[in-house]
């Protein structure tokens, strides 16, 4: 019979339906999302994760490759109420173990108490509680993963969209979601699309009009290429981020991020832009926020529900950033203008509050 354990920080030790077999550890996060798996599932922001979705059930549409954010599932493990057999399937030939038939509510409070924590799965024929607890022994602080970056960016550099006539964006892969890419191939943009390690030399060549930092895993400050191209980059070139490009953003121009308690991850995260009065819904996976935006940068969205920063402009750079994905996949498509404004403030068209003061 397979054996399913789940072993949490401090030791407790779920016992689960194995759905894909293998052992596994990472940082244990929940998504409130109710849709959009397979998008989830495939976001390189999520490695070195364990995902528990809070949604009980997961899988009632199937699974369709053209979903899908990169070309394999991310989490180290998946956790659920309820798992069909096309998601399960996936995981196994995928080689992500899944456990279902835990109660996710009670999985959900133990992250909202204790934070995002350490655990270890263990799945399998013949698999023991103590094979859970050896994972979890071994599992790594997700700030300790300091090379995080190779393990999802491109090796070499790649272009898209040569032959458009629109702006030219030099987008740092740190683990960028394929809809990222879409969104800005779709509004005629060419993208050079460059590793997360990539250097001022190599960036310069393309003579971008924005520098965007994308999405992707773990602690910003273990960013250090990216961080060093934005400051290089930020007083002749407009700057744009995502998720972890907000963060890197705000690292390099003097601003500070810290870790969250257990972050915000669903598709239904409300956001307040300030000038306007005017509240989006927004998709968001991330466990790191902006601390201090510093003084090069300001606040101009804030999550509603705990006033974090949710957009971040320059005040005297071209700078946009955003916290959560505008680019949607999953989620609602009420922030896809961000595309618009960031390509409007690459070409010089834009009537943005990042354009210099007058003397
Ligand atoms: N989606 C992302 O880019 C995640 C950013 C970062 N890894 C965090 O967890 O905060």
């Known amino acids: 019979m397979t054996e399913a354990y789940v072993a949490l ?5 779920l016992e689960g339906r194995g759905r894909a077999s293998g052992t596994a550890r990472g940082e244990l996060v929940f998504t409130t999302a109710y849709t959009g798996y397979e998008e989830s599932l495939t976001d390189p922001s999520y490695e070195e994760q364990v995902l528990t979705f809070s949604y009980p059930l997961i899988g009632n549409y199937g699974v369709r490759e053209e979903r899908f954010e990169s070309d394999r599932v991310h989490p180290r493990a998946v956790l659920a109420k309820e798992l069909t057999e096309d998601v399960a399937e996936w995981l196994e030939s995928e080689g992500v173990p899944a456990v279902d038939h835990l109660d996710t509510r009670d999985v959900v409070t133990d992250i909202r108490d204790g934070g995002a924590m350490k655990c270890g799965i263990a799945v399998g024929e013949d698999v023991t509680e103590e094979d859970a607890l050896a994972e979890l022994e071994q599992c790594k ?3 300790d993963h300091t090379d995080i970056g190779t393990q999802v960016s491109v090796d070499e550099p790649v272009v898209h969209g040569e032959d458009n006539d629109g702006e030219t ?20 943009a060419t993208v050079h699309v460059f590793p997360y390690n990539a250097t001022v030399d190599d960036v310069a060549a393309v003579e971008p009009d924005v520098l965007f930092i994308s999405n992707g895993p773990g602690d910003p400050v273990n960013f250090e290429q990216a961080i060093t191209l934005v400051e290089e980059f930020v007083e002749d070139t407009p700057v744009a981020g995502i ?19 257990f972050g915000h991850r669903g598709v239904n995260q409300p956001v307040l832009d300030l000038e306007s009065g005017q509240v989006v819904m927004t998709t968001q996976n991330h466990g790191y926020t902006v601390a201090e935006p510093g003084d090069h940068l300001e606040v101009t969205q804030i ?19 955003r916290q959560y994905h505008p680019e949607a996949n999953p989620g609602p498509e009420d922030t896809l203008d961000f595309f ?17 003061a007058d003397d």
């Open 9 to 13: 920080e401090g030791g407790h030790v």
């Open 141 to 143: 602080a997700m700030s």
């Open 169 to 188: 964006v030099a987008l740092i892969d740190c683990g960028a979601k394929g809809s990222i890419i879409d969104s800005l191939l779709e509004r005629d």
């Open 243 to 261: 998720c972890l490009g907000q963060q890197i953003v705000a690292e390099s121009l003097g601003g500070s991020t810290e870790k969250m308690d």
């Open 303 to 321: 999550n509603v529900n705990d006033d974090t920063p949710e957009g971040i402009d320059g005040v005297e750079y071209d700078v946009i950033t």
């Open 340 to 356: 618009d404004d960031v390509l409007a403030m690459a070409s010089g068209r834009a009537d943005s509050r990042a354009v210099p």
